[in-house]
């Protein structure tokens, strides 16, 4: 049994894995905020200041890795034509009770991929952690900014807000937390998912249902500051992985024992929708075919609103009490 000197005791003596064990325990798995990697020029990548926790690769706690400043990692040269290849960029701390080196000191730096008609990601090299993904096509001359995937770790701390203007953003922490940010929206602060990926439309404009399904556009927003729907095209997409609850209301002016009916298309085909909504005998009063579902979908799924009735022609009901529908995230599942 080895009995350790208490960290920070006075006078007391101790190696730096001892300091580690104290990061480990509050960091086991690898975290990371700030660091991403973005183009510079040619082959070369930027780096952002930050800081990165990474797990010792010999179980001697973890390392904490920062920067204030923003550093520069150059990539090999491309394959030739017909030969891709992937890369990654990756954070790695140097130190002779870690890897037995010479260097006391943290780097970032890339680990080149295996050329090949149809590359793999090379594997992350031990006691370092992967910062972003890098495709590289045969014969290009320079990285291109949709090759390069973020695959942070993230968690460490607070993100940096993003800046105005910048596309919806977000990670899941390591507690299983999924985070968005937006350019523009809450100052492009990160938000918890599950506090903020909600919207609410309804119909303000004239329309007719059909006897055969056809899409129904919500046009008119009353929450939606992460863009979830377009209502132009009766379009939602799903920006995060996870749990949502999805709610329709159609209303219309059914003929005497008519119906309609709404559903929301999901990927693959999949529908569904709300029990048939019948008028009874009086023609011309309103009829709601309202429904709620709770489904788990993937990110970049793309899902509609639609509508139908049991004859052609049917005059819809516009009001944001009646037409409406909304999309609120429930959290990872």
């Known amino acids: 049994m080895t009995r350790y000197t208490p960290n920070w005791l006075q006078q007391g003596s101790y190696s730096a894995a001892m300091d580690r064990r104290v990061l480990a325990a509050l960091w086991p798995a690898a975290v990371s905020n700030g660091c991403a990697v973005s183009v510079a020029s040619g082959m070369a990548l930027s780096v952002a200041p930050g800081a990165v926790a990474v797990p010792s690769q010999n179980s001697t706690g973890t390392s904490l890795c920062t920067s204030d400043a923003v550093e520069t990692v150059t990539l090999a040269a491309a394959p030739g034509s017909g030969q891709n290849r992937y890369d990654l960029v990756v954070c790695q701390p140097r130190g002779n009770d870690l890897d037995g080196g010479a260097n006391n000191d943290f780097i970032f730096v890339n680990v080149t991929g295996v050329a090949a008609a149809t590359p793999t990601v090379p594997a992350t090299p031990p006691g370092s952690v992967a910062l972003a993904q890098i495709y590289i096509p045969g014969g290009s001359a320079s990285v291109t900014a949709g090759n390069v995937t973020d695959v942070r770790p993230h968690g460490l701390g607070p993100e940096v807000p993003l800046a105005a203007g910048a596309a919806l953003a977000s990670y899941t922490d390591p507690g299983g937390e999924a985070w968005v940010a937006k350019g523009g929206v809450n100052g492009g602060a990160w938000r918890k998912a599950r506090d903020v990926l909600h919207c609410a439309y309804y119909r303000a404009a004239g329309f007719t249902l059909q006897n055969a399904w056809s899409l129904l556009g919500l046009d008119t927003v009353v929450s939606d500051p992460y863009g979830l729907y377009n209502g132009a095209t009766a379009y939602a ?66 899902l509609t609103t639609n509508m139908v009735a049991s004859a052609a022609s049917v005059t819809g009901t516009t009001a944001s009490y009646l037409t409406r529908m909304s999309i609120d995230y429930l959290g990872s599942g």
């Open 237 to 302: 997409t799903i920006p995060v992985a996870g749990k949502y609850q999805f709610y329709l209301a159609v209303t219309g002016q059914a003929p005497a024992n008519g119906w309609i009916q709404s559903a929301w298309n999901f990927p693959a085909g999949t529908s569904v929708g709300t029990n048939p909504a019948n008028n009874g005998a009086t023609a011309g009063t309103n009829t709601t075919a309202a429904g709620l579902v709770v489904r788990t979908q993937a990110a970049g799924d793309q």
